[in-house]
């Protein structure tokens, strides 16, 4: 029996995040971003994107008293003379100013690749700084090594739109349901969300429709079959 109306119950009252929430992010992503091109940056802020979860909508309810997150990246106008690490610094501050500005009571942290907003006992939103450079294309910022680092996002998420359009839109119901079980059992540090989607994402192929007819029909069916090759595909990883 596949309990097809089960796994919907499961996915909306439990795994999936609000809309409520999403709206609430999407308004503090606006706040932010307007913050950014209201500061010092200025006309040097171009534009910003969606990343990670957010963008492929595989974003799911935190477990209780956690936080859920969210990554945006802010795209900049390339400097003469700028190191990397450069890119990252007028961010913070414009950011340091905001939270000081609406009184924040966690103020913005500096990671290696992003300047996180807390909002506390609520969520956090990463604030990515790329640069489109002129001879290397879309770059982000590792300030740790003042190194710039290859990116292609919209890329990773047109690739797995593909593979979801193979599955009929249940990739992302099931990468939600196993992102759930990973968080629910404290597995989050040893599998991160975009090796888990890469690993789902290259088990998903068109001839296993012919191989296995009507085996993405549904959110029951496409867990099982990906489970399954999930499986096989450890096995040949230890052979």
């Keep these: 029996m596949e309990q097809v109306t089960y796994f919907t119950t499961f996915l909306t009252d439990e795994v999936n995040l609000p809309q409520s929430k999403l ?3 999407d308004d503090r992503v606006d706040r932010i971003y307007g913050a950014l091109k209201k500061s010092d940056l200025g006309t040097r802020v171009l534009g910003m994107k969606k990343q990670g979860s957010w963008a492929q909508r ?3 309810n935190p477990k209780e008293n956690e936080e859920f997150d969210a990554d945006f990246m802010v795209e900049l106008e390339e400097q003469d003379g700028w190191d990397p690490s450069d890119y990252q610094d ?31 006992n609520d969520m956090h939103v990463d604030v990515v700084p790329y640069v489109k450079l002129a001879d290397d294309g879309e770059c982000i910022v590792n300030t740790d090594t003042n190194d710039w ?23 992302r119901r099931v990468l939600r349901i196993l992102k759930y079980l990973r968080d629910h059992r404290d597995y ?13 994402g290259n088990v998903i192929d068109v001839d296993k429709t012919r191989a296995y007819p009507g085996c993405y029909d549904n959110v029951p069916k496409t867990l099982h079959r990906i489970a399954q090759d999930l499986a096989d595909w450890v096995r040949d990883q230890t052979i």
């Design 149 to 171: 680092e290859d990116t292609d996002p919209s890329g990773f998420t047109n690739w797995m739109k593909g593979k979801d359009d193979i599955a009929n839109g249940n990739m």
């Design 23 to 25: 709206d609430y992010l």
């Design 90 to 120: 007028p961010v913070f501050q414009a950011l340091s100013d905001y939270c000081d500005a609406q009184q924040m009571t966690t103020p913005p942290e500096a990671k290696n690749r992003c300047v996180r907003v807390t909002y506390a």
């Design 58 to 60: 595989t974003i799911i």
């Design 188 to 200: 989050y540090e040893d599998t991160k969300s975009i090796i888990l989607t890469t690993i789902v």
